[in-house]
Structure formats: C-alpha cells, structure tokens
C-alpha cells in the first residue's frame, strides 16, 4: 500500500486531510474512492495511521484515522552518501535506489575529476528535483522518513564533516587490503551507528583528495577486484550494511 507524508497541522483530532499532489495521485494514479484505504505517516513524528477515504473533492481529501500503525521501516544505522558529482541521471538514480534500501542523506561533493559543473542557478534546480525523486522513493518504498539531498559542498567541507561520524569509508580502487566486511566487522555498539559513505564521480577521486580524506579520518576499503560504476558503488555498500547491521 502506498504511503503519503504530511505535516502535524494536517491532523485535526480523527481527522487527516491531503492537499495538493497526494489529491491527484490519490484520485487519478491510485483510482480510490470513498471508503478505500490508504497508510499515511506524519513526517515529523513518523507515526502511521491507516486511513480511510471520507470526503474528496478536487482541492482535498479528508480520511479518518481507523488505527495507529507499527511500523519498522526506518534502519536503526544512519547512512550518509558523499557522493561526486556525477551526471545528472546518474546522481538521480543513486538518489532513487539509495532510498529504497534505506540511506538517509545524500550529499553531493564536487570533486577534481567531477564532470559536470553546477553554477548556482541550476544547482538549486537539481537540488529540488533531487530532493523530489527522494520523496517519491521514499513514499514507493514505505519509508516513515524523507532522506534530504543537502547543497553541494567541496572537498575541504566534506573534511570538516567526517569527525561527525562513527565510520566515513571511502571506496578507492586503489586500495587492495581493507575490505568494507572487515571494518564492519570491528562495529562493537550498532545502535543509531553513523556511517559516511564517500564516493568518488566518474574519473575516480584523485590521490591528493585521498589522502586529505584519510588525514581527516576516512577508511579506504575495496569493493573487490573489479571496478564499479559511480552509480553501482551507493547500491553495493548501502545494501551490504543494511545486511550486516541491520
């Protein structure tokens, strides 16, 4: 079933009522009607109700709280992707996918080999539409949590970010001993575990961006003996540890 997020001021005593793009979803992609149900989660508590449909018009739909709703969606472990700004469908499909499996930040970094280039403009065109296909992942998936994509920040910044983290890996191709199952292996406390992932853009990360990462705290691991995709590497290390700590 289909999850749809609102704010606390959407709730009035039984009641919830949808605005906006949940209306047309709801009533022309969804085809629900009067006495249909539909789970809805308040995204500043993540609480989520089972509903059903009571009035509908084109400007709302008003539903009736029927049940709170126990829900287990959220991963205990915090994961934050630094990701190298890649190509615009690349980054949208990190964005996607990531979401799915439970990442909660992203945070794209413009790195050396970075192709692409944002001025301000169209970076904050990219950042609300990123920000849009998160939410849709998020509402396809059952999530009770929206992951936010933040600005887009340089090296130096992403530096000064890593001590706000239990474990920062870095996937470098150059790295040969270090694996991602061996650092996880010596997390002792896994509750509400903060984890950066970084991760470079097409070209790779340049050495000197390595080695100020790894002055700054990061881990270098290696993902095996084959080199992924920019878009491949979020997929693989989010979904091996949501598997090991989850």
Known sequence: ??????????????KITLFGEDVKHIANVLRKQIGDEINICN??????FLCQIEETNKEFIRCGIIKKLL?????KTQITIFQGLPKAEKMELIIQKCTELGAKHFIPVQMERSIVKLDSKSENK????WNKIAETAAKQSGRDFI??????????KLCNLIQKYDIVLL???NEENTTLKAILKTVKNKENLKIGIIIGPEGGI????????????AKTITLGKRILRT??????????IMYELE
Do not use: C, H, W
């Open 1 to 14: 079933m289909p999850k749809f997020f609102i704010e606390a001021k959407q709730i009035q005593e039984d």
């Open 43 to 48: 995204i500043s508590t993540s609480e989520n």
């Open 71 to 75: 829900s287990e969606a959220e991963p």
């Open 126 to 129: 990219k950042i609300e539409r």
């Open 147 to 156: 992951p936010k994509v933040e600005n887009l920040i340089n090296l130096q």
């Open 171 to 173: 996937a470098y191709e």
């Open 206 to 217: 340049d050495r000197k961006e390595v080695e100020k990462l790894v002055e700054a705290g």
């Open 231 to 240: 878009e491949t590497v979020g997929l693989v290390m989010t979904s091996i």
